[in-house]
């Protein structure tokens, strides 16, 4: 069998990274989707990821047409598209009395219209090839609202819903849809919070600290793998315990 195909949104940073390198790892070809960065951040990327086998493309995720043209692109090199990550999420934080429309409509577009651009376009190939896998990157604040998050807390908790309701739709077709809702993960921006905010976070948490950007990769090898055909619709909280429900 040939080697599964993956993309991976937000594929440059922190958890997309890691989520990028754990796939290849795991055997498969992965592309990289992020936007047109600076060359440095790039380089610096493929630095990273050199000697595995992953690739880097450009894309708006917020873009509906960019989206069909980059599934085009990748069907049309590599021959498949089996697996997609939706990773890609940004923050635009106020409470809502102070919010512009701006900001919710720019994360309501990359945080939750991404992944309608994204399957809307990949589903069509992944049923005619009788496979699929796809995993949206959510968040326990879609599960338990954030202060300030208004926009961020209902696009993650959508995601819920089209996770679901996708996963419904193409049951029969050998593609499951799946979500991943990370806790706080230690990343470059919760190690720029003061470091008495960091404390309280921990505290919070049953396991004791904040989860590592490997913890929700190995959650997406896991959900991504060919032996995982059995479980659709379904959201793994990877949270330390943060958020448990049944």
């Known amino acids: 069998m040939s080697k599964r ?20 790892q795991a055997g498969r070809t992965v592309i990289a989707v992020d936007l047109d960065l600076r060359s440095e951040r790039v380089s610096a990327f493929q630095q990273e990821v050199e000697g595995l086998d992953i690739h880097f493309a450009a894309a708006n995720v917020g873009d509906y047409d960019a989206c069909g043209a980059l599934v085009q692109s990748i069907e049309a090199k590599y021959g498949a598209l089996d697996i997609l990550v939706t990773n890609a999420g940004i923050t635009r934080d106020a409470t809502l009395r102070k919010m512009q429309r701006a ?16 399957c809307g376009h990949a589903i069509n190939g992944m049923q005619a090839r009788s496979f699929g896998r ?4 959510s968040s326990v604040s879609g599960q338990t609202g954030n202060f300030g998050q208004t926009n961020y807390a209902a696009a993650k908790a959508g995601l819920h819903g089209f996770t679901m309701s996708l996963a419904r739709e193409v049951a029969t077709k050998g593609i499951t849809v799946n979500s ?11 190690g720029a919070m003061p470091v008495e905010i960091q404390e309280k976070i921990t505290a919070s948490i049953p396991a004791g600290r904040m989860g590592r950007p490997d913890d929700i990769a190995r959650a997406v090898v896991f959900l991504s793998d060919d ?18 429900s049944f």
């Open 180 to 190: 991943v809702s990370p806790g706080y993960i230690r990343t470059a921006m919760t």
């Open 134 to 137: 796809v995993v949206n990157i």
């Open 103 to 118: 900001q919710w409509e720019e994360v309501i577009d990359v945080n939750l219209g991404s992944a309608f651009n994204l």
């Open 227 to 244: 032996a995982a055909g059995y479980i659709t619709g379904a959201n793994l909280p990877v949270n330390g315990g943060l958020f448990m």
């Open 5 to 24: 195909i993956a993309v991976v949104t937000g594929g440059i940073g922190g958890l997309g990274t890691q989520i990028c390198k754990a796939l290849a």
